[in-house]
């Protein structure tokens, strides 16, 4: 422990004079690159628990309220949307196997504001889905003080992280099986019979839009590994692969849970529960379920984080954040100052923000991340493109119309989001502009 405490502090204020924390393009990273030591199985294990996380405990309620009887449809929507962005996020991913994802890929082809707006929004809304995930998890465990346990667990998550990608990738992996193994227990277990199709209020196609949209929440995640494609083995094979194998298993796991959840608790039931899956499960399972639910929270909590600070890493060492962020602890090859950095700002959105503001700043937020990667395929040569351009226009016009059906709340705290990141862009141009001019003769 004293090694690790005496590790972070070197982090945060070694080579603070070899590298300030000012704006700079073309950073160089004089101490250490990232290094590739993920396989297929690794890289499967944390795109899979970035999914299989707390949505999948959690979006099945609010979405039976909206959409009623066609909770089906509005899983269907959802997946065939996330289905749309893994395809072209693994074609991206095939040409770039970098780290960073669609804020590499919308600068190389589409423009450095694009590249910038697209990690901006993967940063706000992944970090504040961070905090969401530890608040929901923390509320599982101890309601009484789930603030300040949800930021002890990030800070956790955030430590293991910094031991080295790997570390999350078994983290990630022995979570995934845990969850996996007792919700197909609980499916085998359920009644299994007709779901019950009463309508507990007026269902409109904006409803099962919106419950669409809350459903996706519990998609994102299955592109997670093209943020950290500069640490994948063979990445023009895997990551593909990765992406695209991980979201079909996972949309067969939640079909088959949303029938199950259907067939034992019916519609009414389900959109009047806090814990719907806890309710599908005999009494005596209840207290293993509310663990299982916690530990789902935290797989996709260290993934997150992880993706987080490869994004942040990746834009600093391109001058769009603070060049000391760009900084990789060579003993671990992780973007230490990075994940740090990240982790602060996700405990301090769990002790001061509600947890709905968060999941809906969240959800518009990763919406417009994917809808930006749709226009970096269609941007793409004919000779990159593995799938046909209808596909990136449809994930393109799907990705924004689920934006535009969800609440009011995403959509102001998606605005405004979107808004400051041009300020912030604007600015950092004009800093890089003056700081070129001073530097010729």
Partial sequence: MQRTIVGVVKILVVDTHSHPPVFHAGYSDAVAKLRRTLGPWGSAGIGAASMVGAGAFYVWSPAASLAGRFLLISLALAGVVALLNAITMAQLALQHPVSGGVYHYARRYVSPRAGFLAGWMFMLGKTASAAAIALIAAQYLAPDQTRLLAA???????????????TTARISIGLVSIVVVVLVA?????????????????????????????????????????????????????????????????????????????????????AASATPVADMAPDSWRL????????A????????????????????????LPSFLGLVWARTSSPARAEITMALAAMTLALLVDPLWLVALSSSAVLSYYAIAHLCALAQPA???????LVAWTGLVLCLALVAALPWQSLVAGALCL???????ARVQAYQSRGQIDEEP
């Fill in 383 to 389: 000779h990159e493109r593995l799938a046909p351009r």
């Fill in 419 to 425: 808004a400051l990141g041009v300020m912030v862009f």
């Fill in 152 to 166: 002890l667990l990030i800070a956790v998550f955030a430590a293991a992280n910094l031991t080295g990608l790997r």
């Fill in 288 to 295: 293993m379920v509310v663990a299982v639910a916690s530990l």
């Fill in 297 to 320: 929270s935290l797989g996709s909590l260290a993934a997150i984080l992880a993706g987080l600070s490869r994004t942040s890493m990746a834009m600093a060492q391109e001058g769009d």
């Fill in 186 to 270: 609980l499916m085998v277990q359920s009644p299994w019979r007709m779901p019950e199709f009463g309508v507990p209020s007026e269902v409109s196609v904006y409803g099962v839009a919106q419950a669409a949209g809350l459903i996706f929440f519990a998609f994102a995640g299955y592109a997670r590994m093209a943020t950290l494609g500069e640490e994948v083995k063979n990445p023009r094979v895997v990551l593909p692969r990765v992406i695209v194998g991980t979201l079909g298993a996972v949309l067969v796991l939640y079909a088959l849970l949303a029938l199950a959840l259907l067939g034992s608790v019916g519609v009414e039931g389900l």
